[in-house]
């Protein structure tokens, strides 16, 4: 059996060059319609760069190169709450399963706290997002309940949504 020689995946802010794999691997998951609530694809990669360029931090996955992954963090909220975080995760298709989201996951906890967040809030994790429960869970995100029937996947199903939180203050 040959040996592989592949780097571990690091996790880093983007570039300008990371844009054009970026907006692909974000449309997978819009396209897929099952995690995010955007229904819309980044149309080009000057939007994709302005998007991303827009949250308070947008970071890639890499391995030996390629872009595997990425997050977008930025306020959940405005005011008196603006200290709290929320981020997006996407996943290239053939990444997943290969811990790609945890070292993505991690990562943003660490820059959400270095921002000055206090703490890290997902407002809709989909109830068939199975992989993203469980990781959420092992890395110590609290589940706060249940949304009946919050979000509507690509088949027009209604699927219960899972808000968690991260308190910052710990790490």
């Known amino acids: 059996m040959a040996s592989q ?15 054009p794999a970026m907006r692909e ?22 939007e994709a760069e302005e998007f991303f360029a827009s949250q308070t931090e947008t970071a890639v996955a ?3 190169g390629e872009v595997l992954g990425l997050y977008i963090l930025h306020p959940n909220n405005i005011g008196r709450c603006g200290h ?25 906890l660490h ?9 890290l809030q997902f407002n809709a994790v989909v109830a068939s997002n199975a992989s993203a429960l469980h990781l959420y869970e092992k890395i110590g995100f609290t589940r706060l309940g ?4 919050g979000f509507r996947n690509i088949n027009g199903e209604y699927e219960d949504i899972y808000p968690h939180y ?3 203050t710990t790490l």
């Open 5 to 19: 020689n592949t780097q571990a995946i690091g996790v880093r802010l983007f570039t300008s060059s990371d844009v």
């Open 25 to 46: 691997i974000w449309n997978q998951v819009v396209i897929d319609g099952r995690a995010f609530p955007q229904e819309d694809v980044l149309a080009s990669d000057a």
């Open 62 to 64: 890499v391995q030996d």
């Open 84 to 108: 709290i975080a929320n981020a997006s995760y996407a996943v290239a298709r053939e990444a997943r399963g290969k811990h790609v989201g945890a070292a993505l996951v991690t990562d943003s």
């Open 111 to 119: 820059r959400a706290k270095a921002c000055g967040f206090r703490v």
């Open 146 to 149: 249940a949304i009946p029937g």
């Open 166 to 168: 991260y308190d910052l």
